[in-house]
């Protein structure tokens, strides 16, 4: 399988960004899938799953009511849209296959990442 997200890029303090992944090789909605990130210097910080129906959603503390996952099967793409960026915000943005259609299932393929810079 292959993982190709888009979507990173430069953005002021209390912007908004959309990233996708688009998934090929696997049957996406077979599987959940998570975002994960890591900021220059610090390690792997997970950010939120979505289940394979999309129905259940699951995020992180930091960026719970800022950031948005979800899926469309239909196209084989994840989406993480966020909303009122901060400067802790900025990483190299990954998404993730789990091994199983439920977030707690492990992680398994990961994509090449996507860098969200936030800058004034």
């Known amino acids: 399988g292959a993982l190709v997200e888009a979507g990173g890029g430069l953005v002021q303090p209390g912007g908004s960004l959309r990233l996708s992944c688009v998934v090929s090789g696997v049957i996406f909605d077979d599987y959940a899938m998570s975002w994960v990130r890591q900021a220059p210097g610090k390690g792997l910080e997970w950010v939120s799953a979505i289940n394979w129906n999309g129905i259940d959603t699951h995020y992180a503390s930091a960026v719970r009511g800022r950031f948005t996952i979800s899926r469309d099967n239909a196209k084989n793409t994840l989406y993480l849209q966020i909303y009122s960026l901060k400067f802790e915000d900025a990483a190299a943005y990954y998404c993730?296959?789990?091994?199983?259609?439920?977030?707690?299932?492990?992680?398994?393929?990961w994509g090449q990442g996507t860098q969200v810079a936030v800058s004034t």
């Open positions: 993730v296959t789990h091994a199983g259609s439920a977030y707690l299932y492990g992680m398994d393929l």
